[in-house]
């Protein structure tokens, strides 16, 4: 009989965890409460098109995930970023170190359904507890006999399944993520750049998108801005950083915000492990970015490692 595996999170690290774990032949389910995989490679649907409000470029700097991405970049999926500049229209522009970054050319929630393979996906399916070797879906149902329970989320949405877990859960209590705002904005003039970071303690980074029509961006704010704004109405966010682009960038007239999505635990601060975390005796592994560290990449070799070492034992 085949094993089984079912994962919390269809973000890249429990994607390719999925991914892998199938195509060593496990039978493996991945349950996501939102309505599509991804996480912050998810896909913001728009009336001409596409965009995505997560990470807003994806690098490599370790050989495993640079092929990942050589891969991806072949299939036309990414495209190599050109145009890159740092500054502010009062003080000036200048080239932006942005060798070997990618953009996504492709809706980026296929990317991470590719790697989950032939995995099932759940997606707008809640897990409310993670109990040794089972899931508990929100409506109620046990799903039991697991050989391997995954949990691929950020640390205080983990903390909140694992009470069963209680020597996993203090593993994750210490976790602290800061958060960022982000904005699908549209206006006309400024530099012409693919991606503009910005030197300002509101806004950091701008990354023009290419499958939302003409003139659309996607703005993400610094951490204080965040911070600052942590619990404001999604208008007041967008309205002040809709403000301070018009500064940064120099335009007359206003920015259009079509688009907004605060990311809670956009960064971990102090991650606990070196890529996952296991519990045999449970059943149960910890991946994502609150034991791996910051970025897609870690992500990645998050899921990838988890995999290989529940192969390996098995």
């Known amino acids: 009989m085949s094993k089984r595996a079912g994962i919390v999170g269809a973000g890249i690290a429990g994607a390719r965890c999925a991914g892998l774990l199938a195509e060593a032949g496990w039978e493996v389910d991945v349950f996501e409460k939102s309505r599509g995989a991804g996480g912050r490679l998810s896909t913001r649907r728009l009336e001409n098109g596409w965009a995505t409000l997560g990470a807003p470029l994806v690098s490599a700097a370790r050989a495993p995930f640079r092929a990942q991405l050589d891969t991806w970049a072949r299939e036309g999926g990414l495209v190599p970023v050109t145009g890159g500049l740092v500054g502010r229209a009062n003080k000036g522009w200048a080239q932006a170190g942005l060798e070997h970054h990618y953009r996504v050319a492709v809706e980026p929630s296929r990317l991470v359904r590719q790697l989950s393979g032939s995995a099932r996906v759940y997606p707008a399916t809640r897990v409310s507890a993670v109990r040794p070797h089972a899931l508990v879906l929100e409506d109620g149902r046990a799903l039991e006999g697991y050989d391997r329970v995954i949990v691929g989320v950020p640390a205080p949405q983990a903390v909140a399944l ?48 290419t499958g939302g029509g003409e003139g659309l961006w996607a703005v993400h704010s610094t951490h204080g801005f965040a911070e600052t704004y942590l619990d404001a109405h999604e208008m007041e966010a967008s309205t002040r950083g809709a403000s301070a682009l018009m500064g940064l960038l120099g335009l007359p007239w206003p920015v259009e915000v079509e688009a907004s999505h605060l990311w809670r635990y956009a960064r971990p601060e102090n991650p606990v492990g070196h890529g996952w975390i296991d519990a045999p005796d449970a059943g149960a592994v910890l991946i994502g970015d609150g034991i791996a560290g910051v970025g897609v990449e870690r992500a990645w070799e998050s899921g990838t490692g988890a995999a290989q070492a529940i192969l390996q034992a098995a």
């Open 162 to 209: 694992l009470d069963a877990l209680p020597t996993l859960k203090e593993r994750l209590a210490g976790v602290h993520y800061r958060p960022v705002w982000s904005f699908l904005m549209r206006w006309e003039g400024g530099p012409e750049a693919d991606v503009i970071r910005f030197e300002d303690h509101l806004l950091a980074l701008a990354v023009r998108q």
